[in-house]
């Protein structure tokens, strides 16, 4: 039995980036890029007007007041997309529209409000200064900027970036698949009448859920018996996904057989048994070069192990820099007691009052209470060497979603 730290730094040690692919800049919303992104040309590329009025020079302007407004005569209409027709001279001045290039000779433009338009005349009402209201080019990138750098997560900001700059598509990692099984004579698919003596096999579901939440694909396996053959031969098709991963089987029954399976498929064994509750009997090891993770078969201890150490793992995996859920310090509402020597997740509710965090437990905390994962949002991290936990005292809490990062209201 190891430490969970120490579990964790071996599994890490062991994941690499998965190889990059060519996406649509769509897809690649939510993934890391693997590669630099610089900008082609200035953006603007030329100066432009940043609101709808009249290109000026600005000194011809300096004397204007609403009572003593200056005239100019209008040489032209510039709408967005179109290309000025000639240079502004003395004592004129042309109308544009936000986006459209200035014409040679004007250095600011005077907004709408601060015109009034006389036939082929405008009177201007507020004087400008020069670079009043005006876009300069490459005031957004410049050309040969690196905007977008690898190992970047692509974020619609991003998305919007690599569009201005004419990328449409661009190289992420890949995402892994995910093989998924579950072992058990005692486990029944969602839609097979369950009895007294069998069970539906959520792990299945629960697992394939963090997996797409993740961002991963999933390869599901089904249901195998307990069965030397069909162990081997769902090991064996597993062996084509970027990660294997089974539920169940690796206890110390007589029927939990996946340990020996792992090793007759060519599995090298890293450990088995990590110092955590829940998720004690957990087996890690690989088959071929793919990492396989033997999880517990009770559904909470599943999921938590689950969260610990393959999460992180297939965000490695693609690539990502930040692999672990956010942690925050919150107030105890409860008592709790433990055995010493185990890290323990205890599954429980944060709520945030007056610019502090609260978390209690989710109530009754074994292993097959898969409830407790309903009701709960975070997990509260008890460390090893603690056995009793009182209310009122500051813990650790790893937040297992972002529903703290929402509001109902707007401030």
Request: hydrophobic share 40%.
């Amino acid at each position: 039995m190891i430490p969970v730290n120490e579990a964790r730094q071996i599994i890490l040690d062991g994941i690499n980036p998965l190889p990059l692919e060519k996406v649509n800049i769509l897809e690649a919303l939510g993934r890391v890029i693997g590669e630099d992104v610089a900008a082609p040309r200035n953006l603007p590329p030329k100066n432009n007007s940043a609101m709808d009025g009249y290109a000026v020079r600005a000194e011809d302007t300096k004397a204007a007041t609403t009572q003593n407004p200056i005239v100019l005569t209008v040489t032209e209409d510039i709408p967005a997309g179109t290309i000025p027709k000639q240079p502004l001279g003395a004592g004129q001045a042309a109308r544009i529209m936000t986006g459209a290039p200035l014409p040679g000779g004007a250095d600011a433009v005077v907004r709408m409000e601060n015109t009034r338009k006389d036939g082929g005349k405008v009177h201007i009402l507020a004087a400008a200064v020069s670079g009043l209201d005006i876009r300069v080019a490459g005031e957004d990138v410049a050309a040969g900027e690196t905007v977008v750098g690898r190992g970047t997560v692509i974020r619609p900001a991003e998305v919007g970036m690599l569009a201005a700059l004419g990328r449409s598509f661009v190289y992420v990692h890949q995402r892994p698949t995910v093989a998924i099984l579950a072992t058990g004579d005692e486990l029944v698919d969602i839609d097979e009448p369950p009895s007294d003596w069998k069970i539906i096999s959520s792990n299945s579901y629960a697992t394939a859920a963090q997996v797409l939440e993740s961002s991963a694909a999933i390869l599901q396996l089904g249901i195998v018996k307990d069965c030397r053959e069909d162990l081997i031969s769902k090991f064996r098709e597993a062996s084509r996904a970027d990660l294997i991963i089974s539920s169940g089987g690796v206890s110390v029954g007589d029927y939990d057989l996946v340990k020996d399976i792992m090793k007759e498929v060519g599995n090298t064994m890293q450990f088995w048994q990590v110092a955590m509750r829940p998720g004690k009997p957990l087996a890690y090891g690989a088959i071929q070069g793919v990492p396989v993770f033997g999880l517990p078969g009770n559904p909470v201890s599943s999921m938590v192990s689950f969260e610990q150490f393959v999460r992180p793992s297939l965000l490695k995996m693609m690539g990502h820099k930040n692999i672990f859920r956010r942690q925050i310090r919150a107030i105890l509402e409860d008592d709790l007691e433990k055995m010493a020597e185990l890290r323990y997740f205890i599954r429980g509710w944060v709520r945030r009052e007056a610019g502090r965090y609260y978390v209690r437990s989710t109530g009754e905390q074994g292993s097959g209470i898969l409830k407790s994962m309903v009701r709960a949002n975070a997990l509260i991290v008890l460390p090893e060497a603690e056995t009793s936990i009182a209310r009122g005292t500051e813990v650790q809490v790893q937040l297992l979603d972002t529903s703290l990062e929402h509001a109902d209201r707007p401030d």
